[in-house]
Nanobody, 127 residues
C-alpha cells in the first residue's frame, strides 16, 4: 500500500494561484501513475489531472486545461499540481491518487484505476 499526504491547500482569491503537493511512500514511486481528483460541495468526485510514470505524460480535464499543471519529482517521491487563474468553481477537496503497476507512459483518468488515495486538502476560491 502507498501512503499519500497532500499539502498546500487553503483560501485564495479568484485569479490567484496555489500549488498542491502530494508526498508518497514506496520504493517504486517512479513507476506509479499519479492522479489528481476533486470533490466540490454537493458534487461527485471528478478527475482533474494525471501524470504518467517515467515519461511524465499529462492529461487534464477540460475544466482545468491551460490553468493547471501536473508535475512530479521522482527523487522526492512527490507529485505537484500548480493551479493558476483559480475560479470559485475550483473550490473543492483535492485528492491525489496513485496507480501501482501502471503501464509505461500511460495516463489514467478514471478514479477506479487508482489503488491508493490521500486524505485530501481543501481549496477554497473566493470571488
Amino acid at each position: 500500500q502507498v501512503q499519500l499526504v497532500e499539502s498546500g491547500g487553503g483560501l485564495v482569491q479568484a485569479g490567484g494561484s496555489l500549488r498542491l503537493s502530494c508526498a508518497a511512500s514506496g520504493r517504486t514511486f517512479s513507476m506509479y501513475a499519479m492522479g489528481w481528483f476533486r470533490q466540490g460541495p454537493g458534487k461527485e468526485r471528478e478527475f482533474v489531472a494525471t501524470i504518467s510514470w517515467s515519461t511524465g505524460n499529462t492529461y487534464y480535464s477540460d475544466s482545468v486545461k491551460g490553468r493547471f499543471t501536473a508535475s512530479r519529482d521522482n527523487a522526492r517521491n512527490t507529485v505537484y499540481l500548480q493551479m493558476n487563474s483559480l475560479k470559485p468553481e475550483d473550490t473543492a477537496v483535492y485528492y491525489c491518487a496513485a496507480k501501482r503497476n501502471a503501464v509505461y507512459g500511460f495516463t489514467y483518468y478514471r478514479d477506479t484505476s487508482y489503488d491508493d488515495w490521500g486524505q485530501g486538502t481543501q481549496i477554497t476560491v473566493s470571488s
